[in-house]
């Protein structure tokens, strides 16, 4: 279940995007992964951790990554995390 959590969004930027076709719920997605993308940059969550929380495989979320230009730069913690959640899923 989603957790309630509003952005405020300048109303300027709200109308010029709603003129491109630019729906409240893409909004959301946007906002969702910027959140996620941001915690991954800053070391608070692996990319292991982000693929989880997207429900996205290891080729899958390594092309999300790369198609939104975020850079590979793997860690031995997150090698571990990944072999954690491999095991998980294999048993």
Do not use: C
């Not at 031995?76 to 954690?84: I, S």
Request: aromatic share 6%.
């Amino acid at each position: 279940m989603a957790a309630p959590f509003q952005v405020p969004i300048p109303e300027e930027i709200r109308l010029v995007l709603l003129e491109q076709g630019v729906d409240d719920s893409r909004l959301a997605k946007w906002t969702l992964e910027a959140m996620l993308i941001e915690a991954l940059r800053e070391g608070i969550i692996s990319r292991g951790k982000l693929g989880e929380l997207l429900n996205l495989g290891f080729q899958e979320r390594e092309e999300w990554l790369a198609s939104r230009g975020v850079e590979y730069a793997y860690d031995g913690d997150e090698l571990q995390e990944d072999l954690a959640i491999l095991a998980r899923h294999t048993k």
